[in-house]
Every structure is written in C-alpha cells, then in structure tokens.
C-alpha cells in the first residue's frame, strides 16, 4: 500500500487530450470535403484547438502540483506538448484553407485526412490502455502504418498537382495544405513513439 498515492488524474486527462485530437482531425476532414462550410469549420477546429491547449497547460501544471506521478515528470511534459502539436498542425492546416480561401475539394486531401483520423483514433485507443503495453505497442504500430500510407498519399498528390500544366497559385495553395497535413502525420508517429517509450519503461 502506498503511503502516498500517485495522482492518476493525469490519465484521464491525457485521455481528455486524444479526443481533442480525434475530433480536430474529423473537422479537418469535414472541412476539406465540404469547404462551402470553411469559416465554420475553422472556428469548430480552432475551438478544439484552444480547449487542448487549456487541458496541455493544466497537465504542465499539475506536475508541479502532484507529489508522486503516475510517470516521470519529464514523459508527461514531453508526451502533453507532442499530443498538442497534433493539433496545432491540424488548426495550421485549417488556417492556411482559409487563408487561401480554398473553395473546392479535392479527393486526395480528403484522402490524407482521413488516414490522420485513423491515426488519431489509434492515439486514442493508446491513450486509453497506458497501463498495458501491449496494447500501445500494438497501436503504435498501427500509427506507423497511418504515417507510410499518408506518406505514398502525399507523393501521389504532390505529383498529380505537377501534371500537366497546372495553374501555380493552386500548386503553391494545395502543395502547403498536403504538406502541413503530412507534416501532422509525422507529428503523430513522434506521438506513438513516446506512448511506446512510456508504456515500456513501466511495464
């Protein structure tokens, strides 16, 4: 019996976090298929947005709060800022839609988004079973999939924006949205690679 007990909130509230990454990259995909919506969608996105970083500054500081962490201080310093910046990337893409003010949709960016979803829910799924590291390994690699298949997606979409003669302002807008949401991809996999480090070392 411990004397003194861990603080298991941070759990749920990593938990709190992966659904605010789940639900940004569903907007994302919403807000590439029907972008007659955009300035709804971007505001429904930065919204998620703001709440993750509200619930990434509590988790900063309750490790100064909490006497005993369910895990080392530095793993939930590291692993809250990399979740996040999940969702920044996915609100950056968001924003450069409407910065470019993208009115059409294309398949391969709804494509891209749609493996970031799977990603996502993965993360989450990871988030859920932190105590078991079996299952975060096994969803990590399932991340890791997502990454290498949104990486073959992105190449195909670079190269068909490049067919052809195509008009360079939209090659220059469509290049920096699939960019931003590969770069979340990425970001993603950075996120399962912590999970892993995490999982093992308390296994």
Known sequence: MRLI?????????FAELAKRLSSA????????????NLEQTVAK????EHEADEITHSLILRIDKSFVTPIDREDIHLLAGEMDD?????????RRAQMFHIRESRASATALAD???RATDHIEAAVAHMKDSRI???????IKLREEEGDQLYHQAVGELFAGHPDALEVIKWKE??????????????VANVLESIALKHS
């Not at 996105?45 to 998620?48: F, G, M, R, W, Y």
């Not at 975060?136 to 399932?142: E, I, L, N, T």
């Not at 949205?177 to 950075?190: G, K, M, S």
Request: aromatic share 6%; charged share 35%.
């Open 5 to 13: 007990p861990r603080d298991e909130a941070f759990f749920d509230m």
């Open 25 to 36: 990259s569903r907007l994302l995909k919403e807000l590439l298929a029907e972008p007659g």
């Open 45 to 48: 996105i930065k919204a998620v």
């Open 86 to 94: 999940v969702v920044d990337l996915i609100d950056g893409t968001a």
């Open 115 to 117: 493996v970031l979803i």
């Open 136 to 142: 975060v390994v096994a969803r990590g690699r399932d």
């Open 177 to 190: 949205l699939y960019d931003t949401i590969e770069r979340a991809l990425d970001q993603c996999e950075d």
